[in-house]
């Protein structure tokens, strides 16, 4: 039996999905992943098939091992497989894995994240980054009675058919799907302006009615790009100015950049934050939040209807649960982590200088990209200057030498509390080596 003619692997007759795990995994799943960017064809290579991970490290399925700088794309911040946090989940998984009703457990996850993130007053859990976004911007538009909202070139929300949406040719009121299925009148309603850029989001306020601005307040998905101080200012003013609501997307930033994410590093204060990510620490918890009295549009107060089978499921909370409890109870692990950044940063520029590589670090406190560019990267089309070839080239010589960065040019890396000065010195070592092999 071959379910696949172009597939040259041999298939036993006793045993239809015999062969190496990358070739069973292209039979049944699409591109043999379950997310796209795993598959590695930003690096054309192979994606490794991971077994287990413990720390700052991940070990795969033929024991290779690798310093771990995707941390489950900025899931993870205490370190993989924390004891306190696995303890916390096999406690919670014998008490029942889901029950669709309220546990006390959720209130206090709930008020932990409004005590810790400034702009919350109030919150709805749900299991993904992609559910936030899109509950978010539907409250939005309910909220407002407006139709359109505005992104930013190279800004990820999720998958959700609003944000696939990419800019047409030099008009802010053009947009165009990104992805096929989405439908255009669906694009439409999503305009696009460019990160850092404030005279292209005064052009979209120009152009239509907004419910609501959408960013990530330090972009994150097309490599780590700060915001310039007055770029974020400016937007909340134009928000408040045309009654448009702010949405910060804090998927990323949540309780990375500060406990109280990019809105306390940077004192903005939007009317909703979406969370996800460092929120279940490596399970499925997200959630949206903000001002109260448009929290309480949502059901069952509300006209705005949302739910969820496996919304505030115990095993995510009573991890989510750990790590904010370690945020709270360690404010200064911030500390900590910018220090070692900092290191990495100072290392890799310290060789990029020294040896005149055309390559950039640029970094917001545990969030870090190399851009294999020499120009600053302040928005999305600068970055996609990077030469993808060197960065395929530098990632498979990284992964040579023991490091696994996420297999992008257009991704952020992020440190975690177990890569500890050792560990960072380790990296630089092992990536100053593979930026010299690049070029070689
Ligand atoms: C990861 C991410 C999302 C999507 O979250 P999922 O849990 O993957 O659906 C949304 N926004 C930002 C900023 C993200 O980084």
Not at 95 to 110: K, P, Q, V, Y
Not at 148 to 162: N, P, R
Not at 293 to 309: E, F, N, R
Request: hydrophobic residues 40%; glycine residues 10%; negative net charge.
């Amino acid at each position: 039996m071959n379910f696949d003619s172009n597939n040259s692997t041999q298939v036993s007759q006793d045993d239809p999905f015999g062969g190496n795990l990358l070739d069973r995994a292209k039979r049944v799943l699409p591109g043999g992943v379950n997310s796209p960017v795993r598959a590695f064809q930003g690096v054309e290579g192979d994606p490794p098939f991971l077994h287990s991970a413990q720390g700052a490290r991940v070990r795969d399925e033929d024991g290779r091992e690798w310093i771990d700088y995707i941390s489950s794309w900025g899931a993870i911040l205490l370190g993989h497989a924390h004891p306190d946090l696995i303890e916390a989940v096999c406690d919670a998984a014998g008490r029942g894995t889901n029950f669709g009703l309220t546990t006390e457990a959720e209130i206090d996850l709930a008020e932990l994240v409004c005590d810790l993130v400034p702009s919350i007053e109030m919150l709805r859990m749900v299991s993904s980054g992609t559910e936030a976004t899109m509950s978010a911007v539907r409250l939005a538009r309910a909220a407002t009675g407006r139709d359109k909202i505005l992104k930013f070139a190279g800004g990820y929300h999720g998958h959700a058919d609003s944000f696939l949406v990419a800019a047409g040719s030099g008009n802010a009121t053009f947009s165009t799907p990104d992805s096929d299925g989405v439908l255009k009148a669906v694009a439409e309603n999503t305009l696009i302006a460019r990160f850092n850029d404030l005279n292209s989001v005064q052009q979209a306020f120009d152009a239509a009615p907004l419910a609501a601005v959408i960013l990530e307040p330090v972009a994150g998905n097309m490599g780590c790009i700060p915001p310039e101080r007055e770029f974020l200012e400016n937007i909340r003013g134009l928000c408040d100015e045309h009654g448009t609501l702010l949405i910060f997307d804090e998927v990323m930033t949540g309780f990375r950049l500060a406990a109280g994410g990019a809105q306390e590093v940077f004192q903005i204060m939007p009317d909703l934050t979406t969370l996800g990510k460092i929120l279940g620490h490596g399970l499925p918890a997200a959630a949206y939040g903000g001002r109260r009295d448009l929290m309480q549009m949502i059901s069952p107060l509300g006209s705005v209807y949302q739910a969820g089978t496996l919304s505030g499921n115990p095993l995510a909370i009573a991890a989510g649960l750990i790590a904010l409890e370690a945020i709270v109870e360690d404010p200064s692990l911030y500390n900590d982590l910018e220090e070692n950044a900092a290191r990495l940063e100072k290392g890799l520029w310290h060789a990029i200088n020294s040896r005149g590589f055309p390559c950039n670090v640029q970094r917001v406190g545990s969030m870090w990209t190399l851009f294999f560019t020499e120009e600053k990267v302040r928005e999305f089309e600068d970055a996609q200057l990077a030469d993808t070839q060197a960065f395929a080239r530098f990632h498979h010589y990284a992964m040579q030498n023991g490091v696994l960065l996420p297999p992008s040019a257009f991704e952020t890396a992020f440190l975690t509390l177990a890569h500890d000065t050792e560990t960072i010195d380790e990296t630089i070592d092992a990536l100053v080596d593979a930026i010299e092999r690049t070029y070689t």
